[in-house]
């Protein structure tokens, strides 16, 4: 016989009102066990909830060899299988410094996107730098904005798409002819923006826009860099939120790239006496 068959019983030899040690007994333990079921909805409920919160989404910084040394060498690297790109970035690690043409994303014959270094003319080789994500239920897409003009700032503009849990997680910058101001990203509007530097003929904008259910995001920016060679500014991303990406922006062309370590965006300068901008990608 059950516990429940046994209130039953009792409550039908009681009857209303009649007190008794047994009857008594037999109420206190139906009380209890009415607590006992409205905690137990409580609990199931909670479970309900719980598996959107105990996937939380991890990201690594993956990159390439370094590229040759000839004018718009390439450098690429792919995120693994179970992982999405949603950021890339370039770095110039030589003595070239502001040779960079940029980075965009490149989806290969296999469907798969990779990140793409360009070198620039008198180049001494750069690595592409990929943000890969193991995100529940992400999918992201790739844009390049149209060919900026070739005035000083003078800036290529790509914009996300307008739906649902959909943000822009990585803006950044190519070029075939150097002499570009990097990009910053608007993630409110889910634009990008590139910026042409003095003497440019031109930059594109590439965007990463990714979509999640509940995903939401926000940009970071350092302070500016000192102005020597290699100098280096640094920003992170607040506590409970994820780094997507990480893009340098100068408004003085020479810049050496940018890079995630260590979970803090850092950016290059490539001198000439003046700074440049670390600017980072936060979701959750």
Not at 45 to 65: A, I, N, Y
Not at 133 to 148: A, D, F, Q
Not at 205 to 231: F, H, Q, Y
Request: include cysteine; aromatic fraction near 8%; proline fraction near 4%.
């Amino acid at each position: 016989m059950t516990i429940t068959m046994l209130i039953l019983v009792l409550a039908g030899l009681c009857g209303i009102g009649r007190s008794t040690p047994l009857c008594d007994w037999s109420k206190q333990l139906e009380i209890r066990l009415s607590a006992m079921e409205d905690r137990m909805e409580t609990v199931e409920e909670h479970g309900k909830v719980m598996p959107q919160s105990s996937v939380q989404p991890t990201c690594v910084t993956r990159w390439s060899d370094i590229s040759g040394t000839e004018d718009d060498a390439l450098s690429y690297v792919q995120c693994e299988h179970n992982e999405v790109l949603t950021g890339c970035s370039s770095y110039l690690p030589g003595s070239a410094h502001g040779t960079r043409d940029g980075e965009y994303v490149h989806i290969g014959k296999d469907g798969k996107p990779a990140c793409v270094a360009r070198n620039g003319a008198d180049g001494t080789g750069v690595k592409a730098v990929a943000r890969c994500c193991n995100w529940p239920e992400m999918s992201c897409i790739y844009e390049t904005g149209p060919r900026s003009l070739s005035d000083d700032d003078d800036r290529s503009t790509v914009t996300c798409p307008d739906a649902p849990d959909t943000y822009l997680t990585g803006c950044s910058s190519s070029t075939y002819w150097q002499n570009m101001d990097g990009a910053t990203p608007d993630v409110d509007e889910g634009k990008c923006y590139a910026y042409n530097g003095g003497f440019g003929n031109g930059v594109f904008s590439e965007a990463v826009c990714c979509t999640s259910p509940n995903l939401i995001c926000k940009d970071e920016w350092s302070e500016k860099s000192g102005g020597e060679v290699n100098d280096r500014a640094s920003v992170h991303c607040d506590s409970g939120w994820t780094m997507t990406s990480c893009n340098v922006h100068s408004y003085f062309r020479n810049t050496d790239g940018a890079f995630i370590d260590r979970e803090n965006c850092i950016a290059v300068n490539g001198g000439n006496g003046q700074y440049v901008y670390a600017i980072a990608i936060c979701c959750q």
